[in-house]
């Protein structure tokens, strides 16, 4: 008994902590970066530092306003870029302005 869940617990653990379909989608990060801007007219929107198991990496986000595409690259310190999500139909949210004085 305890031989069988200790195999099912390995192989759902092992199975939780493979790298995602997507990591496949790696390259140098100026060659990523090429490809966005010539195939599908990406600009970079925004990007931020993200913590990845005890390392630090770069999370950005490129975008089309002329097609509504947009990708998001993760790009380690050795100077590799993942794509972890594409998609279509990006839209900006714009914040709401609250107009100053007395409310009437």
């Known amino acids: 008994m305890f031989k069988r869940l200790?195999?099912?617990?390995?192989?759902f653990g092992m199975a939780?902590?493979?790298?995602?379909?997507?990591a496949?989608?790696?390259?140098?990060?100026?060659?990523?970066?090429?490809?966005?801007?010539?195939s599908y007219s990406e600009e970079l929107v925004f990007g931020g530092l993200q913590k990845t198991r005890g390392?630090?990496?770069?999370?950005e986000v490129w975008t089309s306003k002329e097609t509504g595409s947009y990708t998001v690259l993760v790009t380690r310190a050795n100077g590799i870029?993942?794509?972890?999500?594409?998609g279509?139909?990006?839209?900006?949210?714009i914040p709401k302005i609250e107009p100053?004085?007395?409310?009437?």
Not at 100 to 104: A, E, F, N, R, T
């Open 16 to 22: 939780a902590t493979a790298p995602p379909a997507f």
């Open 88 to 93: 279509t139909d990006f839209f900006e949210a």
């Open 55 to 59: 390392a630090q990496a770069v999370m």
């Open 81 to 86: 870029s993942c794509i972890v999500a594409v």
């Open 100 to 104: 100053k004085g007395q409310p009437s």
């Open 6 to 11: 200790f195999g099912i617990s390995l192989a």
């Open 24 to 38: 496949q989608s790696c390259a140098e990060r100026e060659d990523v970066i090429a490809k966005l801007k010539g």
